[in-house]
């Protein structure tokens, strides 16, 4: 049984009972296994003579069952010196086992002090979840509103700033989520660009037959160029409003993971501020999605400075992979490809800089002044500040649990 548990034999003393009923001849067997020479243990062994049932029935005392004991291993021709040698009887036995437990409480103080620091300092952490009890009055309880609202606000700053503290983070920032997603947008308009050859061949022969006048092949016909560039810019609308809409949702998920953080106590509390969470982002993306609008809208009015177009149609003529047949398509692909990495690059920008407006600055600016406004609903302050029955009776038990690892630690000083 104890190899069981204790397979390397570290931890177990060897305890031998009986030894008046050993056999003669056999008694030297018994004291090399008491003196560790049969089966070795890290504890070794020890011997005892316990009552038997005749001592139990003649009602012999623990002390004259002791002294008994010490009386049949002095006598005794080979035990006398396991006696001798403090391996034989039970006020040896009781010793020894004395010290194993003051040694092993000592090399168990360390990691017991670690333990009750990390268990104490987690619950700390817990009780500031649950903040203190919600004040009698009714000033210090609008006091109270004001902080744990800006206790959120700030938080809620702090992540679309890209500054919350280390300890606020779970997993992934929230900035670096979005960064992620502007750069699949990046991604998504050079993969138009770099798609754009491929799809010039079909569409300009469209054009050319449609718009060319009678100006001979070579020469560029502003109409068929503009017309073109204007149905391709009207189509990266949809795709920069879904962008919108994604980094909206991950917004508004986000935020309200963090009012349940700073709210969970209160739920009434919280429910306002899902309300809440939830008008403004709507709100933002409505108007940053009409932005996006006007911002596309523009992008189709063609214009470019003069330094720039130039430079970009040089780069264009330049690294066109396969020129075309018909001198009038290969001038037009020309132009076509010049100006549209310019619109490429320009919307790069713009569209993450409306939406990092709206949605990452505006949007948790605009909802402390919501949030806040919840103050003026003087009638509403108690009820924004009701606590169920649970969070109450979470906060008295950490409180006590607080109590007693406090309680614990000042016991381990003590002890040394």
Not at 103 to 117: A, D
Not at 232 to 261: C, G, H, N, W, Y
Request: glycine content about 4%; charged content about 25%; aromatic content about 8%.
């Amino acid at each position: 049984m104890a190899q069981e548990v204790d397979p390397s034999g570290g931890r177990t003393l060897g305890i031998l009972t009986k030894p008046d009923l050993v056999d003669k001849g056999t008694e030297k067997n018994v004291v090399d296994i008491v003196k560790n020479l049969t089966v070795e243990l890290a504890k070794g062994y020890m011997i005892v003579k316990c009552r038997g049932q005749n001592d139990i029935n003649e009602n012999i005392s623990l002390v004259d069952a002791i002294a008994k004991e010490k009386a049949f291993f002095e006598d005794h021709d080979q035990f006398w010196p396991l006696l001798e040698e403090g391996k034989a009887g039970i006020p040896n036995l009781a010793v020894r086992l004395t010290k194993e437990l003051v040694n092993h409480i000592n090399k168990s103080l360390p990691h017991l002090r670690n333990e009750i620091e990390k268990k104490l300092n987690q619950s700390l952490q817990t009780l500031k979840k649950y903040s203190h009890a919600v004040p009698a009055s009714y000033s210090e309880q609008i006091t109270f509103l004001i902080e744990k609202i800006n206790s959120f606000c700030n938080h809620i700053k702090n992540l679309t700033m890209g500054e919350e503290p280390q300890n606020q983070i779970d997993g992934e920032r929230y900035i670096t989520i979005v960064r992620n997603e502007f750069d699949e947008w990046n991604t998504f308009l050079n993969k138009r660009v770099s798609k754009f050859q491929t799809h010039l061949e079909n569409v300009v022969h469209k054009y050319e037959s449609s718009y060319r006048g009678r100006e001979l092949p070579g020469f560029v016909n502003y109409n068929t160029f503009e017309s073109f560039i204007k149905e391709e810019v009207s189509t990266l609308e949809d795709p920069a409003i879904t962008k919108l809409k994604t980094i909206t949702e991950i917004t508004r998920d986000i935020f309200t993971v963090i009012a349940e953080q700073h709210f969970s106590a209160f739920g009434n509390l919280f429910k306002a501020a899902k309300v809440k969470i939830a008008i403004m982002s709507n709100k933002q993306e409505t108007e940053a999605e009409k932005f996006l609008q006007a911002q596309i809208k523009v992008e189709c009015v063609v214009y470019s400075q003069d330094s720039l177009y130039s430079d970009s149609l040089s780069k264009a003529k330049i690294n066109l992979v396969h020129p075309f047949a018909n001198g009038s398509i290969q001038e037009m692909s020309y132009h076509l490809q010049a100006y549209y990495k310019i619109v490429s690059h320009r919307l790069g920008d713009q569209i993450p800089m409306v939406i990092r407006c709206y949605i990452l600055n505006e949007f948790a600016d605009k909802l402390r002044i919501e949030m806040l406004q919840l103050i003026q609903d003087k009638d509403r302050i108690s009820v924004y500040l009701m606590e169920d029955a649970e969070t109450q009776m979470t906060r008295e038990n950490v409180k006590c649990k607080i109590d007693r690892l406090r309680q614990a630690q000042k016991k381990l000083l003590e002890f040394g």
